[in-house]
Structure formats: structure tokens, C-alpha cells
């Protein structure tokens, strides 16, 4: 026989930078009919992010969301007021430098946080209340993390329809290097060697080379910061793309397509509330989905 038992209360949430992360984030949040204040340098972005039903204030507390260019995670509470109780946690794509800037302000306030989620489009125009339902938000258990303020936020992760993967910041840097870095990378490369193919290329461009350079057509300024803050693991990660391209085609072809239409169930699993035993689930490939009392719910792919 099982028991309900109750989900945790919801905290506050502020976010830093209402662009396309965080004002999604802040209208997902206003959706979900919880209360949400948050701030940004331009005022066009708060105005919007206003009329969504976000309070525009200096002042932050609860969770506090850097949704800001990676490059200045480090300065972009630096003119406004933070709660002193507040648990800080970030939005940027890169982890271990981010955290080894923002873990020398914060200490043990702040859990890292990269969402998977988001388009080549950026600023308040791109906001997009559902951006994050059914999106992974892989989050940092680093071993000082504090595990009451980890689940904090992944309860507003969990609020907006994301599911939480527990990585620590170098797992997370190597895998996205592999899934993120690179593609930004290819696409760049495919996109510029067509345009050395000549015009006639450019004409005949459709479906494969849309989807295959879609991603550069994002800020320039993103994908560099992207690329270069990750630069080890994303250089590896290159050096195993081109060893595959030396492969014989057709190998390689059946062996690429045969990952990219795997399908897998998935098993539903508890895991207690333990550093060790989330950290299992997401290099398992599965992600939380619930928080209850004593453990979470999730799920890990069949065998
Ligand atoms: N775009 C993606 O696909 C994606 C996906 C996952 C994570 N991220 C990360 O999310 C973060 C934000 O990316 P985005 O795509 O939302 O960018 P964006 O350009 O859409 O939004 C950034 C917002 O931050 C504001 N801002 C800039 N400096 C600020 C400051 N000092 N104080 C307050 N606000 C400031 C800008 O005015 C803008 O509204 C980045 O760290 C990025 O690495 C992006």
C-alpha cells in the first residue's frame, strides 16, 4: 500500500536577465501561477517581461536565476541586492568555469544549472513560456554542494515542465561538449564550406543543410563564449568527430544512424535524497521528474 505524501513548498524565484532563458523562465513561472520578480540592463526587456506579469525589482531573494551572457555571470548582481538567505543558481552553458567564478562569491549559496533548451533567436523577443516543458535542466552536485538548496532548484525546474539531470560540472562540460560545442562547430564549418562551394550551392540548399548549420545562426557572440569556455573537453570531443570521418562511409552511416534512431523505454525508479545515488541516475541517462518528502521520482532508460 503507498501513502501520498506531500510535495515541498515552492520558493520564491528572481531572475537576473530577462532574455530568452530568463524571460521564458520568469513567464513559465508567472504561467504556473508562481510569484516572480526579475531584473535586466535594458529596459525594453523589462517592460516585457513586466507586462507577463513579472515584478521588476532590484531586490533578490529565494532562488536567484543568472540568465545573463556567460561573460558577465561574475559582475551581473554586482549593483543589485541579494537576500543573504538566497540560493543563487545560473542558467550558462559552460559549468566548471563558471562555477569555480561564481562558487569564489557565493560558496556554498549556489548550485549550477544549464538548462537544455533554446533556439538560435535571443533577447526578450524570443521569450517563450514553454520552452522548458519536457527539456532536461542538468544541475550541479559538486561534492559542497548543499543538497536542501540543490533540490530548491530543481523544484522551479521541475515547475516549468523541465526534468532534472544530477551531473557534477565536469561530467556535464564533457557531455555537452559532445551534444552542444561540437554541433555549434560543424555547423560553422559546414556553413562556411558551402559558401566556398559557390552560389549555385547556396541555391540548392534545403532540408539537410538547413537542419545541419540551423544552430550558427545564432549570436556569434553566444556560440564563441560557448565554444572557448568549454575549450578542452570541446576539442576532444572534435578530435573524435574527425577520427570518425576517416572511417570507411558506409560504417560510418549505419553506424550513425543506428544511435540516432535508437529508441528507448524508460523505467520508472525512486532515488533517495543521497549525492551519490542522483549522481548515479544522470550518468545512467535518466533525470528526475518529481520531488517528494524523503526521495524523487524519475525515470532511467531500458536496458
Ligand atoms: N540560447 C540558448 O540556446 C541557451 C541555452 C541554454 C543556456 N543558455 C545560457 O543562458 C544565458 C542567457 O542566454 P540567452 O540565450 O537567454 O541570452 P539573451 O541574449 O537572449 O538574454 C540575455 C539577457 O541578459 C541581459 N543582460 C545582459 N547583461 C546583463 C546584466 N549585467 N545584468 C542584467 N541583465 C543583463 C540582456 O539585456 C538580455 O535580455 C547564457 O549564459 C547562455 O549560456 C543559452
Known sequence: MTFPVPTMPAPPVSVVGLGQLGGSLAAALVHAGRPVSGWDTDPAARDAAAARGVTISRELAGVVVLAVPMPVLGTAMADLILDPDATVTDVGSVKAPVLAELGAQYGDRLVGGHPMCGTERSGHAATDPALFTGARWALCLEPGTDLRRWLRVAEVALAVGAEVVPVTAAEHDDAVAAISAVPHLLAAALATAAGQAGPLALALAAGSFTDGTRVIGSDPAF?????????????????????????????????????????????????????????????????????????????????
Open 223 to 303: 556560440v564563441t563564449a560557448l565554444v572557448e569556455a568549454n575549450g578542452g573537453p570541446a576539442a576532444a570531443a572534435l578530435d573524435r568527430v574527425r577520427a570518425q570521418l576517416d572511417r570507411p562511409w558506409a560504417e560510418l552511416v549505419a553506424d550513425g544512424h543506428a544511435v540516432r534512431t535508437a529508441t528507448r523505454g524508460r523505467r520508472p525508479v525512486r532515488v533517495p535524497l543521497e549525492r551519490a545515488a542522483l549522481l548515479a541516475l544522470g550518468r545512467s541517462g535518466g533525470a528526475v521528474s518529481r520531488r517528494l518528502a524523503a526521495f524523487v521520482e524519475g525515470w532511467v532508460p531500458e536496458a
